[in-house]
């Protein structure tokens, strides 16, 4: 993702903040200086804001984290205006783990709330007439920080906790349906909760607070997507490498020059090949590195093509495949049966094959 900076990493995860996240801290300037407010108030609330997203990043590595538990891998967490996002390689098919890694997020914030209330005298602050608890919560002091960060990750637990999908409380209710009534059914109920509390938010954003109408975008095609995706899978189940791949393609070999790969590239449709010298996969060779290195039609095959890669087994569920090219740079994979070349399969030749069993189903 462009326009990111690097924070670190933690247990091979990395953790990034995009360049929009600056226009969450713009926005809490503007809001304090609207008040009224002094430099003290605005740095008060500007370090609110990091800490709480500070509390974000634990949330997220609690997912993370369980989900290492069953070897799911998390490639980054990204930090956005709207919170955090972490890149799971793919949720748990079993509901009872998905379940663990749903509640590991707001099960951080819990930990989080409880440790904050026996460091503030949560009592003073309900004692108080409203006039007296309103000048005191003014004042950026430390008991103040700390209770404003209490309150926050309380509404981060009861947020997240909502039964609408994708947020937590939504991969919760699907974990818990998936147990008797199947994934995919589990995921459409899960998803209709989540796109009609996507229009309530936006409605309630555009009376109210704009914000709100970020937020429901972002639910309403979340859920849409993981929809999607599950109904997609599902369609997939029992289906192997050998059923979606190209079968008529075209080889190069080692010798063959830039301008002969330009050539094919520009006759036809095909846009990544395989390299093939005595049966053997010697490498493959992608359009970006082809156009790249266009301007020098002498360079040979074997100077550009790509050296690491993977092949798969005729056999292998196509499920996987789409792991496989999740977790890959590139989505062309060459098909074998035992050390024999019978084709490649890619991202478009597998979205074909989606829509064919879709028409069909």
């Not at 309150?151 to 818990?176: E, K, Q, S, T, Y």
Request: aromatic share 10%; charged share 15%.
């Amino acid at each position: 993702m462009k326009g990111v900076l690097k924070l670190g990493n933690v247990s091979g995860i990395k953790i990034e903040v995009h360049w929009t996240f600056t226009l969450l801290l713009v926005w809490v300037v503007f809001l304090d200086i609207q008040r009224g407010g002094t430099f003290q108030t605005t740095l008060f609330n500007m370090a609110l804001i990091l800490v709480l997203f500070a509390c974000v990043i634990l949330h997220e590595l609690g997912h993370a984290l369980t989900a290492k538990k069953f070897n799911i891998k998390t490639k980054k967490i990204t930090l956005l205006p709207i919170g955090g996002v972490a890149s799971l390689e793919k949720m748990p098919d079993k509901p009872g783990e998905e379940l663990l890694v749903a509640l590991a997020g707001p099960a951080v914030n819990v930990i989080i709330a409880v440790l904050l209330s026996l460091a503030i005298p949560l009592r003073s602050y309900f004692n108080f007439d409203n006039v007296v608890i309103d000048e005191m919560l003014f004042q950026p002091s430390l008991p103040n920080f700390l209770f404003y960060l209490f309150i926050a990750n309380v509404m981060l637990v009861v947020f997240n906790m909502i039964p609408a999908f994708p947020m937590d409380g939504g991969r919760v209710l699907r974990a818990l349906l998936s147990f008797k009534l199947g994934r995919v059914k589990a995921t459409a109920i899960a998803a209709t909760l989540g796109q009609a509390m996507a229009l309530i938010f936006f409605v309630l954003g555009l009376l109210f607070n704009p914000f709100l109408v970020l937020i429901a975008f972002f639910i309403f095609f979340g859920a849409y997507g993981e929809n999607q995706m599950v109904k997609q899978t599902s369609l997939l189940e029992g289906h192997v490498a050998r059923e979606a791949m190209l079968t008529h393609i075209t080889l190069l070999a080692p010798e063959n020059t830039i301008k002969e790969v330009v050539d094919i590239l520009l006759a036809g449709t095909e846009k990544d090949f395989v390299v093939l010298q005595d049966g053997q996969i010697m490498g493959l060779v992608f359009q970006k590195n082809i156009i790249k290195n266009a301007g020098n039609p002498s360079l040979l095959v074997r100077d550009i093509m790509h050296r690491d890669f993977k092949t798969i087994d005729e056999s292998t569920e196509i499920v996987k495949v789409l792991e496989l090219i999740s977790k890959e740079k590139h989505s062309f994979i060459p098909v074998t049966s035992g050390n024999k070349l019978l084709g490649a399969i890619d991202m478009v030749n597998i979205s074909e094959f989606i829509l064919l069993k879709t028409s069909s189903a």
